[in-house]
Structure formats: structure tokens, C-alpha cells
């Protein structure tokens, strides 16, 4: 068989998926001596000029994406009447062979690969490119467990074509979104929408809308909802049912409005409360090589995690203390010494003395009148006589002070007459002088320092040590950091604001930006050990180096990141450098074993017996193995597991299906 080779550079091989508007083959790039994947166009729509112009304008902007989820598109290119791209080869099923195989997922499982879909997409759609065409037959999954995009470009096409179009329906309307079914325009929320059913159909095996037509399935897209996962599959928990549930929204705008939202709402799904069981769940965690046959005490083990639904909430009002519902009256208390004479307290403003005070200067006054009455009483029955001694001296009372007074002895000449007794009380009376008031010296008031006002500088969108070489010593800085997408050092806020008059000393607080919440990791497979761990700290990065073997990349090159498309500011990325001295067993199953064979040795590993078996054969070992469906002469097992690490030149013993046996 003649071999066919496009613009003498592109060798065709075997086909290896077909789909309503593309045959792919698997190819080997001649001059960069690589294999390829290669999409040929059929031939009903190479002849649509309109849909060929946007076919190669979406396919050269998907070549433009680097994104570790999208599988890489080399060229786009025509040889004759073949329209063809040119991209990376996955070595590794389709998610939708893996859901045949392993399906129902585990919760972690799915998540695991749809995480990886969604962060695929929201990077796709930042760049203006919706895919349209979201289905696990366009989702591959490599060796290292990671999950590939295809199909960018050709996929937005589909708009063109009739929904019920011979060979385009069944594969595609089974994720179409509503919008899509009623014929209007895709978004990006139409990809999220077919990236629910894939997650749907990995959780439960099955799909949430089936039809004798796809007519029929595309109104049920429209008009029905979709029944709940968890009545499917019973180990699913309420919170993921939500997320599925709202990945299905019939209306655009109730959906997740990213992919990026859509991959952390999977990513926290169990946040804050999360049970586990040690059980193994069907099909195991997605990543994992499928559940392949191998002959006895060689089966890899398939591992997973059983999800158990959280503990029913609390009640309303269940462990929370009771509150009163009502005002609290607090009297007051009565004083100490009312308490002790058992007497009731009577409040300060309630009691006053002035009936005690009023009758005793009544007392006192009537007391004196008396005195006075008296005195002169005696005055008239003595006479004059009584006059003669000198009188005492009184005291008096002035400003609140008692001073003697001077005595006066009245001077009686022989012939005067004896004083009456008005006349001896006037001359006894006498009046003591009033204290000198010193006059207070006037103190002295020292006068207050003087407060200096200025306007507050405006510092938003300066860096803190701009801020700070702004305000000096006149006012202090209070500092917050919070993330921002403003780059690190940045302020963005000041309390007050620019403009705002202030004194001296006072405080000024500045809200500075940490940088993005979340920094995209560069793509540094490849590249030597100590150049990608410069560039990742140069970024901020915490890095850990781990080897690991690799048969694609030589010693000291990186092979992957975890995480491998955005990480946390400041966090750990974990780097991965190919080690020397061992090897990895590839994942040739399902492979021509000719091609099974070169791989492994590629691989640093020797090929031992090579062994060809009936279908009966086989299903000694594997009982529900399919002989219609698999291929002629492709590998079923191998006495090493698919992707296991060992010594360099293990030999490996292989088996492959011969229908003719």
C-alpha cells in the first residue's frame, strides 16, 4: 500500500478517530521528526469557501493558544483538495472510551478532569475563541492522567450545519446547549453547559437526556430538567448535585459565568464539611489508566474514594443558647446602710431637710428675742447704778470669723444724768473691723503650640515606598495588604482621601495590593532544571524539585508543574525533572502491536515474548472484552503496567488480539 504524504512533509498513517466533519489520522511530521495527529476535512465541507475562511482563521488563533488542557495545534494547511490541521499526538483514550471502561467516576475523579476542562475553556474564552462543540470524544486523556481540549477552531463551524444532518446529530446533540438547540448563537456559557453533561455522564454513566431522535433530544435540552445525578448514582452528594445542576441551567445567565468559577466551585465543593469512606468507588479516580486487562497477579490496581453524603444540618435554633425576648427591667439597688436598717430606700431627689432647718432658726431666733426683752427689763428696775462698771467687751462676727472687739468704758462727767438703756446698749456696741482681703495673683496662661494643617496627598496608584517618601515624618501610615489585580507594592485605596485637610501626626491608612489572588504558572517543559526554577521564583513562587522518570524528556529537563496552570501568589509549584536510570512502561494498549513494540524500546525497555491470542483466549481473562470493537493485532497485555516506573531495560512480554486465531 503506497504510502500518502501531504506537501511532502506530513505522513499519513493509520485513522484513528472520525468524526461528522473530519477524519483524524495518526501521522509522523517528517522534518521535525515527530508524530502527529492530522485532521482532514470531508469533502462536503472543503467545498463551503465560507465555512473554509473561518475554518482557518479559528484553527490559526487556536495554534496560538499554550494552555496544558489544549491540545496543540501545529499547522493548517491544503494539499489539493485536502484541508488538513496538524497537532499534537495524545498517546492515550478519549474521555468518553475512559467513561465506557471506568464509568461511574468517583466524585474526585470527575473533578479531577473537569477541572482541567473548565480551566481549558476559561482560558479559550478570554481569548475570544467558544468551542461549541464540548463532548468527552473531545476531550482526550494523556498518560500523565492530564485531560486534552480538541477540536478548537473546526468546532465553530458547527452553527452552519444542520442540526440533524446525517452524521452530525447523535455524536454532538446529546451536549448541544438550549440556546444552541433553538438555533441562536453559542457563548461561553454553551461550552459550560456541554461541560455539565460531561460531568453528569462521568458521574453517572449515563446521559441526562436520551431520544429516539435527536430532534428529540435537542427539545428535551430545551424544555425538560434533567434528573437528578445522585437518583442515578447514590453516592453522589447533594452539594455536587447542585453543581451539575447549575452547569444545566436552561437559561444562560443561571449558569456559571467562567470556566474559572466553574473549576473552583468543583475544587470546594466539600468546603466546609467533608466525610469520607475508605471504600474503593467504581471506576476509580479519573487520570488513572483505565481498568485494562492484564493477565493474573499483573492488574493494576484501580484506586478511589467513596463519597458519603455530609451529616444532615442543624435545626433551626439546635445548639444555639436561648435568648430572651423581651426588654430586661434592672432596678436599682438600695444603698448599703438602707439594706441594714431594713428601712426602704428613698432616691436623693426625694428627700430634703429644710423643715428641720426652718424650726430651728426659729428656735434660736425666739431664744434671742427673749434675751434682749429681759435685759431691758432688768435696765429700768436697777437704775443707773448698774451702769457704772465697765461693760465687757462682746465679739462679733465678720466674714465668718470671730475677733475680739476693743473694750469702751463710757466717761460720766458728775452732773450728767445716768445713760438710759438704748443709749448704754448703743454705747456698748461696738463693731469689730472687717479682714483685709489680699487680692489672688492672676495666674499665668501659657500659650498652646501651634497645629499645622496640610492636605492629604493623593497616593493611589503609587507604590508604598512612593506613599511613604510622600508623607515623610508629618503624618504616620497605616498599611493593609489585601490581593488585587493590581500589581504588588500598589496602592489602592487611602483613608482619607487625596485633597482631605489634616493635621500633623494624625494617621493616614493605605490599602496595598498583595498582587493577583491567583498567578498563571509559565510553561516550562522542556527547559533545564535551574532555568524553570529562576523563572518560577522570579514570579514569586515557593519551587520543589522532584524527579521522576520520563521517556520524552532527557535528563534534567522539567517534564510538568503542579499545578500546571495557575497557582495561589506566594505559594508551592512543584517542579518535575526527568531522572536517569529508570524508564516508564508507555501505554501502548489498544496500539498495533509493530507500533507497541518500537514505543517500548523507545522507551528504554526490552521487548521480550511477543505473543498473539484468540478472542476466547482473551476473554479467559477479560470476560466482557468486545473482539468486534478492538482492533486487529493491537496490544491487550503486558507484563509490566501501563505507566509504571522500573530500571532502564526491564524486559517487557506483550500480547495482542488476532482475530484470525
Not at 496544558?68 to 474521555?95: A, F, K
Not at 532544571?529 to 522539567?558: H, K, M, Y
Request: net charge negative; charged share 20%.
Amino acid at each position: 500500500m503506497q504510502e500518502t504524504v501531504l506537501n511532502e512533509r506530513y505522513r499519513l498513517g493509520e485513522v484513528v478517530g472520525e468524526g461528522g466533519m473530519a477524519v483524524v489520522c495518526r501521522g509522523h511530521d517528517l522534518l521535525l521528526n515527530r508524530p502527529v495527529a492530522i485532521k482532514i476535512l470531508r469533502a462536503q465541507y472543503a467545498a463551503d469557501e465560507g465555512f473554509l475562511r473561518r475554518f482557518e482563521r479559528e484553527a490559526q488563533a487556536a495554534a496560538g493558544f499554550s494552555h496544558p488542557n489544549i491540545v496543540n495545534v501545529y499547522d493548517v494547511g491544503t494539499d489539493g483538495d485536502q484541508h488538513y490541521i496538524v497537532m499534537e499526538y495524545i498517546r492515550g483514550p478519549s474521555l468518553k472510551d475512559l467513561i465506557r471502561r471506568q464509568g461511574p467516576f468517583s466524585v474526585d475523579g470527575a473533578i479531577f478532569v473537569i477541572g482541567q476542562v473548565a480551566s481549558a475553556l476559561d482560558y479559550a474564552h478570554q481569548r475570544g475563541l467558544i468551542h461549541r462543540d464540548i463532548k468527552p470524544q473531545n476531550i482526550l486523556v494523556d498518560r500523565d492522567g492530564n485531560a486534552k481540549v480538541v477540536d478548537f477552531g473546526i468546532a465553530k463551524g458547527m452553527r452552519d450545519v444542520n442540526l440533524t444532518e446525517a452524521g452530525t446529530g447523535m455524536g454532538t446533540v446529546h451536549y448541544v446547549s438550549p440556546e444552541q438547540a433553538r438555533g441562536e448563537p453559542a457563548t461561553p456559557e454553551s461550552d459550560l453547559y456541554s461541560t455539565g453533561v460531561v460531568l453528569y455522564e462521568m458521574l453517572t454513566k449515563e446521559l441526562p437526556f436520551e431520544a429516539d431522535t435527536p430532534v428529540g433530544v435537542a427539545m428535551q435540552h430545551v424544555n425538560s430538567p434533567p434528573p437528578l445525578p445522585s437518583g442515578i448514582n447514590p453516592s453522589i452528594p447533594p452539594r455536587v448535585d447542585d453543581i451539575v445542576l447549575k452547569a444545566l441551567a436552561k437559561e444562560p445567565s443561571e449558569r456559571y459565568s467562567s470556566g474559572a468559577e466553574l473549576a473552583a466551585a468543583l475544587r470546594h465543593w466539600d468546603l466546609p464539611l467533608r466525610t469520607r469512606a475508605t471504600a474503593v468507588a467504581p471506576g476509580g479516580l479519573a487520570g488513572a489508566p483505565p481498568d485494562l486487562p492484564l493477565p493474573p497477579d499483573r492488574k493494576l490496581p484501580i484506586s478511589g474514594s467513596a463519597q458519603v453524603r455530609p451529616t444532615a444540618p442543624l435545626r433551626p435554633g439546635q445548639g444555639r443558647p436561648r435568648q430572651r425576648t423581651g426588654p430586661m427591667r434592672v432596678s436599682p439597688a438600695p444603698p448599703r446602710a438602707a439594706r441594714e436598717r431594713g428601712g426602704y430606700y428613698v432616691p436623693p431627689a426625694a428627700r430634703s431637710n429644710r423643715d428641720d432647718l426652718g424650726c430651728a432658726t426659729w428656735l434660736i431666733g425666739a431664744a434671742i428675742l427673749l434675751g434682749i426683752v429681759g435685759l431691758i427689763f432688768v435696765a429700768f428696775r436697777i437704775g443707773p447704778d448698774v451702769f457704772s462698771a465697765a461693760a465687757e467687751p462682746t465679739a462679733t462676727q465678720s466674714a465668718g470669723v470671730f475677733d475680739p472687739s476693743p473694750t469702751v468704758t463710757p466717761t460720766l462727767a458728775p452732773d450728767e444724768p445716768a445713760p438710759t438703756a438704748t443709749a448704754m446698749l448703743e454705747a456698748t456696741a461696738t463693731v469689730a473691723a472687717s479682714p483685709t482681703i489680699e487680692p489672688s495673683p492672676t495666674p499665668t496662661v501659657e500659650p498652646s503650640p501651634t497645629v499645622e494643617i496640610a492636605a492629604v496627598p493623593g497616593l493611589v496608584g503609587g507604590t508604598l515606598e512612593q506613599a511613604r517618601n510622600a508623607v515623610g515624618d508629618r503624618w504616620n501610615l497605616a498599611v493593609q495588604e489585601e490581593f488585587n489585580q493590581a500589581a504588588a507594592s500598589t496602592v489602592i485605596s487611602q483613608q482619607p482621601s487625596g485633597g482631605t485637610p489634616l493635621a500633623d501626626g494624625e494617621t493616614i491608612t493605605l490599602v496595598v495590593s498583595r498582587g493577583p489572588e491567583f498567578t498563571s504558572i509559565p510553561d516550562v517543559r522542556g527547559l533545564p532544571r535551574d532555568t524553570a526554577v529562576s523563572r518560577l521564583e522570579a514570579i514569586g513562587f515557593v519551587v520543589t524539585v522532584v524527579e521522576e522518570a520520563s521517556n520524552e524528556f532527557d535528563e534534567g529537563l522539567v517534564i510538568r508543574t503542579d499545578p500546571t496552570a495557575q497557582a495561589r501568589t506566594g505559594s508551592t509549584v512543584t517542579v518535575y525533572v526527568s531522572q536517569a536510570g529508570v524508564a516508564i512502561m508507555p501505554y501502548v494498549y489498544s496500539d498495533d502491536v509493530d507500533d507497541a513494540v518500537e514505543e517500548i524500546e523507545e522507551a528504554g525497555l526490552t521487548v521480550g515474548n511477543v505473543v498473539g491470542l484468540s478472542c476466547e483466549r482473551i476473554r479467559q481473562e477479560t470476560p466482557d472484552f468486545d473482539c468486534d470493537d478492538f482492533p486487529n493485532n493491537a496490544v491487550v497485555f503486558s507484563t509490566v503496567g501501563w505507566n509504571t516506573t522500573v530500571p532502564e531495560g526491564t524486559p517487557v512480554d506483550i500480547a495482542y488480539y488476532d482475530e484470525d486465531l
